[in-house]
């Protein structure tokens, strides 16, 4: 169990993703319009990237013949075979309850004691205010 | 990593490592397909594949494109890196896409298919061939069997084609007698005869199913359709009689499908016999010796004891070799497709079988 900063939050725009290394884990970050989820970048069937694979809205449950899109940005689906996770909590759409993704904590925090700091950031960056608006975010593994 | 070694005897090369039976290198761009088109051709191809039933997700892995851009496939390095080296593949079947035997004009589709097998010569044969690992499939349009054979005839002793190959789209199952200038030249070349998916449906070709369905995972699980038709067709017409140094390679066509429709045909034969009188033996009893199958997509019930037991029924050990589809959206992984096999099963699947049908040295 560790913290491990990820970056700014204005380096993870909403829409956007970051895939970092955390105690020998592959880790996907997503901002989903300002909040912060992270997965396991391994998808449960055959280990692909998974938080390299697109993000995009969903076919809602609907009647045969209706199309309901909803949820935009919300999914991830594998860059391999299209399988399709609920980012939030790492539950895939088909089998929430028996296919999943690992789910990370993400906090976003002004100070950072005990947390590892990226190599391109100045150690003594902890002494400085942060806004909790370009705050730190943090990854718990 | 593939490693390799030099028979001692017979200075042959020897790469260690899995045979991956169905990969596809793609062009750079329709240009360089065009470059190997003499006019009128060059002027009509403009590349295009199968033009509906796309995936609606993404057709290819997303994680396939190369760095420096450029279609998924096209980029060797890249290709080496993400599925050679990766998986420590000692050697990987080509097949190009050139769907080219959906057109009404035959002598288009001739056309086509040879420009893609110069390409291929050219390129992932040679150029990006320095050490062997690529082996490549000769591409006709069988709706021309003639212009099938012939070329046919242009690659034979060619050191790196090791099959023929065609789309299963077709007019009429491929049993029937007007394919079989594809088959003797096979035959007298040693050359195995692949069919892929592709073009079922497009163009002049029939489609497999009740006309056609709506969507594409109707479209794409009843792939399998057209190669239990062809298959059906090569068994009872007597093919494997005409041609008996003739092998039919069934790749990506589907795998668990095949004992059900064995038991099938064998009980038909038992009272049917009479009316395929040149069959010397029970319909599946021809398969070990004239028929494989690659493995991917593969099946993948809940039960992957289950899919154990259908390799036991359809003699798996024998008859079925791994193929990757590398990169296409439904790539199987060498390492995570397969539940775990018994070492002996997984060498036959991964490797031995594959280098005895196609005739890749084998360590020792």
């Known amino acids: ?141 | 990593m593939a490693t390799v070694a030099r028979d001692q005897t017979s200075g042959v090369s020897v790469r260690s490592g899995i045979v991956d039976c169905d990969v596809h290198p793609a062009p750079v761009n329709v240009d360089e397909i065009r470059s190997y088109l003499p006019m009128p051709w060059r002027d009509r191809y403009s590349g295009g594949g199968r033009g509906f039933f796309g995936n609606p997700v993404h057709g290819a892995r997303l994680d396939s494109t190369p760095p420096g851009g450029g279609p998924t496939g096209s980029d060797p390095d890249f290709l080496r890196t993400q599925l050679i080296d990766e998986f420590g593949t000692a050697y990987a079947i080509l097949l190009p896409r050139a769907f080219c035997n959906l057109h009404p004009d035959p002598d288009f589709g001739t056309a086509i298919a040879a420009a893609f097998n110069d390409w291929l010569a050219d390129t992932w044969l040679s150029r990006y061939n320095p050490d062997g690992v690529f082996k490549g499939s000769i591409t006709v349009n069988i709706q021309d069997p003639a212009a099938a054979a012939r070329e046919i005839e242009r690659w034979a002793g060619h050191p790196h084609f090791v099959q023929v190959m065609t789309d299963s789209g077709a007019r009429a199952p491929l049993g029937q007698r007007q394919y079989y200038p594809i088959y003797e030249a096979c035959e007298r070349h040693g050359l195995r005869f692949a069919v892929h998916p592709g073009t079922d449906g497009m163009g002049i070709n029939v489609q497999p199913s009740p006309g056609y369905p709506t969507h594409y995972i109707e479209w794409h699980t009843c792939l399998s359709l057209a190669f239990q038709a062809h298959l059906v067709s090569i068994l009872t017409e007597g093919v494997f009689e005409r041609f008996p140094g003739l092998g039919i390679t069934l790749t990506e066509g589907g795998v668990s499908w095949l004992p059900a429709l064995m038991w099938r045909l064998d009980a038909e034969w038992k009272a049917l016999r009479s009316e395929v009188p040149w069959l010397t033996k029970a319909p599946s009893a021809y398969l070990r010796d004239h028929v494989r199958l690659s493995s991917q997509p593969l099946e993948d019930p809940d039960n992957a004891k289950h899919l154990l037991q259908v390799f036991e029924m359809m003699d798996a050990e024998h008859i079925l070799m791994f193929a990757s589809d590398y990169p296409h959206w439904d790539f199987d992984s060498p390492t995570h497709a397969f539940p775990k096999l018994p070492e002996q099963l997984h060498r036959r699947i991964f490797s031995e079988t594959a280098r005895e049908w196609y005739g890749l040295p084998t360590a020792e």
């Not at chain 1, 299209?82 to 002004?110: C, L």
Request: charged fraction near 25%; charge should be negative; aromatic fraction near 8%.
């Open chain 1, 1 to 141: 169990m560790g913290k491990h900063i990820v970056g700014r939050v204005s380096s993870v725009p909403p829409g956007g993703r970051a895939v970092v290394e955390a105690e020998g884990r592959s880790i996907g970050i997503f901002n989903v319009d300002g909040a912060f989820y992270a997965l396991r970048n391994s998808c449960p069937h055959q280990a692909a990237p998974l938080c390299l694979g697109s993000i995009k809205g969903m076919t809602m449950p609907s009647k045969p013949g209706e199309y309901i899109w909803a949820r935009e940005g919300e999914i991830l689906r594998c860059p391999w075979h299209g399988w399709e996770f609920d980012i939030m909590t790492g539950r895939s759409i088909f089998n929430p309850h028996r296919t999943r993704v690992k789910a990370y904590d993400v906090t976003i925090e002004e100070h950072v004691d005990g947390a590892a700091v990226p190599d391109d950031e100045d150690e003594s960056v902890e002494t400085f205010h942060v806004s909790v608006e370009d705050g730190w975010i943090v990854l718990h593994v």
